[in-house]
T-cell receptor, first 113, second 114 residues
Framework: KQEVTQIPAALSVPEGENLVLNCSFTDSAIYNLQWFRQDPGKGLTSLLL?????REQTSGRLNASLDKSSGRSTLYIAASQPGDSATYLCCEYSGAGSYQLTFGKGTKLSVIP | DAGITQSPRHKVTETGTPVTLRCHQT?????MYWYRQDPGHGLRLIHYSYGVKDTDKGEVSDGYSVSRSKTEDFLLTLESATSSQTSVYFC?????????????FGQGTRLTVV
């Protein structure tokens, strides 16, 4: 069974700070890794997808990296804003015969004005 | 929202009654998934489908069944609802022509079993 771990479970930072969210996974046959954002009471919004052949992806103030050898991914948020407050989830996709998406439990981010 | 519609969005039902949740997609994607999300447990896979009439169990499949008779629809049925099945249910889809594709989620169905 694949496992995805996100640490810390919660993080509070002042506005304007750069921050890193961590995700670790046990699947050595990972196909891709995807980062999502979830606002309270809402669904999941896709932020970035990193394919297994890639090392990083960028979108605006967000940068996600993938290191398959160490089983780790990071989501870097630059110049954080109060609107970034949400729960961030990482998800790994194992295509090795299972087609399953496995999620971490998320990091709840609070950006304090 | 990548053309995913979940219905109903909210439902209250009594213990022991059957309940069916529907996920409808307009993207013609091959893979569809049902997850439940609970505090402290995160998102857990209930069942998934890799094609019409092709389904398999996830980690929390007990008490649930699914059907996929058309590419666009994936139904989740609680045969006899229990209070432990009170949760938020999410449907997700991903494409098949390239395994390195994004997954997209519906807005969720909040189910309360009383």
């Amino acid at each position: 069974k694949q496992e995805v771990t996100q640490i810390p479970a919660a993080l509070s930072v002042p506005e304007g700070e750069n921050l890193v969210l961590n995700c670790s996974f046990t699947d050595s046959a990972i196909y891709n890794l995807q980062w999502f954002r979830q606002d309270p009471g809402k669904g999941l919004t896709s932020l970035l997808l990193i394919q297994s052949s890639q090392r990083e992806q960028t979108s605006g103030r967000l940068n996600a990296s993938l290191d398959k050898s160490s089983g780790r991914s990071t989501l870097y948020i630059a110049a954080s804003q109060p609107g970034d407050s949400a729960t961030y989830l990482c998800c790994e996709y194992s295509g090795a015969g299972s087609y399953q998406l496995t999620f971490g439990k998320g990091t709840k981010l609070s950006v304090i004005p | 929202d990548a053309g995913i519609t979940q219905s109903p969005r909210h439902k209250v039902t009594e213990t022991g009654t059957p309940v069916t949740l529907r996920c409808h997609q307009t993207e013609n994607h091959r893979y569809m998934y049902w997850y439940r999300q609970d505090p402290g447990h995160g998102l857990r896979l209930i069942h998934y489908s890799y094609g019409v009439k092709d389904t398999d169990k996830g980690e929390v499949s007990d008490g649930y069944s699914v059907s996929r008779s058309k590419t666009e629809d994936f139904l989740l049925t609680l045969e006899s609802a229990t209070s432990s099945q009170t949760s938020v249910y999410f449907c997700a889809i991903s494409a098949s022509n390239n395994l390195n594709t994004e997954a997209f989620f519906g807005q969720g169905t909040r189910l309360t079993v009383v």
